[in-house]
């Protein structure tokens, strides 16, 4: 069965901290993506990547990085975390052309006091 | 701006009984695929049926199917013989060629016995 694994389910971080997001996937697929979910906005991309190294912003990358450094992992960081930040992050991926739909991870809910 | 919209927050619907959800989008590609994800309380996002836009004919998986608008740009979902585990957020998406899928906000789906 094939799997995006997030490696939180629930997270709770101080204001200030550095945040990382670990998502791996063991489909080969070249695309992998980072949605945060809010209640009523539905998902919002934060960034994706379509092949290793690289990175592209999507609708909301502020306060957000993130790294490729292997073509199954795929990273999310807060670089100081806020509590606007206070979310479910959902980790996704797809083969080249996504035309399938995406393959998502179980979530990770952050909450940051 | 490509944009989805699911009008309905929130729908209920009696067990056995038959409950249409509501999407609209906005592009002005013609060539994309349209999604339906159901998310379960386990958070997981679960691919429900897909809908190629340059087919006419609407998509069925089982009890759920599809009523795909293209002129209009609508494509609702109808669950018949509803049963308690279709209990969950519904979200409708969709996707132009190489390029990354946009979300509706959600309609929670609240099924009674």
């Known amino acids: 069965d094939v799997k995006v694994t997030q490696s939180s389910r629930y997270l709770v971080k101080r204001t200030g901290e550095k945040v990382f997001l670990e998502c791996v996937q063991d489909?080969?697929?070249?695309?992998m993506f980072w949605y945060r979910q809010d209640p009523g906005l539905g998902l919002r991309l934060i960034y994706f990547s379509y092949d290793v190294k690289m990175k592209e912003k999507g609708d909301i990358p502020e306060g957000y990085s993130v790294s490729r450094e292997k073509k199954e992992r795929f990273s999310l960081i807060l670089e100081s975390a806020s509590t606007n930040q206070t979310s479910m992050y959902l980790c996704?991926?797809?083969?080249?052309?996504?035309?399938?739909?995406?393959?998502f991870g179980s979530g990770t809910r952050l909450t940051v006091v | 701006a490509q944009t989805v919209t699911q009008s309905q927050p929130e729908m209920s619907v009696q067990e056995a009984e038959t409950v249409t959800l509501s999407c609209t989008y906005d592009t002005s590609e013609s060539d994309y695929y349209l999604f339906w994800y159901k998310q379960p309380p386990s958070r997981q996002m679960i691919l429900v049926i897909r809908?190629?836009?340059?087919?006419?004919q609407n998509a069925t998986e089982n009890r759920f199917s599809v009523n795909f608008q293209k002129a209009a740009k609508s494509f609702s979902l109808k669950i018949s013989d509803s049963q308690l585990g279709d209990a969950a957020m519904y979200f409708c998406a969709y996707i132009v060629y190489n390029n990354d899928m946009r979300f509706g906000a959600g309609t929670r789906l609240t099924v009674k016995p």
């Open positions: 489909m080969d697929h070249e695309n």
């Open positions: 996704a991926s797809s083969p080249e052309a996504g035309n399938y739909g995406y393959t």
């Open positions: 809908q190629e836009a340059y087919k006419q």
